[in-house]
């Protein structure tokens, strides 16, 4: 813990400190209240994690909601800042849910990674409590543009939010974590790479279901993606969705 400068924790008439980063705090409202839209919320437990170099702790932190409340419902109030490696609460009320030691343990693992995006979807929860994939198949031609590698899929039972130690094996393979039973974590170099990723994965699940419903209707076979033609589109999806502006 440095030396405690008192000049650093003048505060607004917000109530925040003069060092809190209102822009990446409005990033997580906006971004809260997209998902909101999207019927992604079902609870206080889905969440979002931005990571940023802080000037004056002169450290890395994780700004984030605290526990208790729904990203729905969230405003700069309801938001937290944690040191990055001590996990020490800087700023805020309440410390973020158990959850958070995942989010803050895939930034540790992955140093190009800047933002994580958790959520409870129901489609994905039924849809891997029913069919129990291990490994991902899709039936559009874009998803794996967005996902960039392949969804690592847990074992029933496996929850990262209480025990990150999985985490260190698949991090750096995936852009994806899948929880079955649980819901999804995906991670991104800024927030809205973590986002579209969520919302693409979600939206996949939905056409995976649909595509059943019409086969068992119909009598026509689901057409999937090649493993080659998904192979190609993590591989282009870099190029594709970002035209390089990230490298």
């Not at 003069?18 to 206080?44: E, K, P």
């Not at 190009?112 to 849809?127: G, Y």
């Not at 991090?171 to 999804?184: E, L, R, W, Y």
Request: glycine residues 8%.
């Amino acid at each position: 813990m440095p030396e405690l400068k008192l000049a650093g924790l003048e505060t607004s008439r917000s109530g925040l400190p003069a060092w809190f980063d209102v822009a990446i705090g409005s990033s997580i409202l906006q971004y809260g209240q997209r998902l909101a839209a999207r019927q992604l919320l079902v609870n206080t437990l889905g969440n979002i994690a931005v990571r940023s170099h802080c000037a004056y702790w002169q450290r890395e932190v994780i700004y984030t909601k605290h526990r208790g409340v729904s990203l729905e419902e969230c405003g700069l109030e309801h938001l937290a800042v944690l040191d990055m490696q001590s996990d020490e609460l800087l700023h805020g009320r309440f410390r973020p849910s158990l959850g958070h030691q995942m989010h803050r343990e895939i930034m540790r693992c992955r140093a190009d990674v800047n933002a994580t995006v958790h959520l409870h979807p129901n489609e994905v929860i039924s849809f891997f409590a029913v069919m129990q994939w291990r490994e991902m198949e899709y039936v559009s031609n874009d998803t794996a543009l967005v996902m960039g590698k392949p969804p690592c899929i847990l074992g029933e039972g496996v929850n990262v939010e209480l025990d990150v130690s999985a985490i260190g094996r698949c991090a750096s393979d995936t852009n994806c974590i899948v929880m079955p039973s649980h819901g999804i974590t995906c991670f991104g170099r800024d927030l809205s790479e973590a986002f579209h990723r969520a919302v693409a994965f979600t939206a996949e699940i939905s056409r995976l279901i649909t595509s059943q419903y019409l086969s068992a209707a119909t009598g026509k076979s689901v057409v999937y993606a090649s493993d080659e033609e998904v192979r190609q589109m993590y591989e282009l999806g870099e190029q594709v969705i970002y035209g390089g502006m990230h490298k």
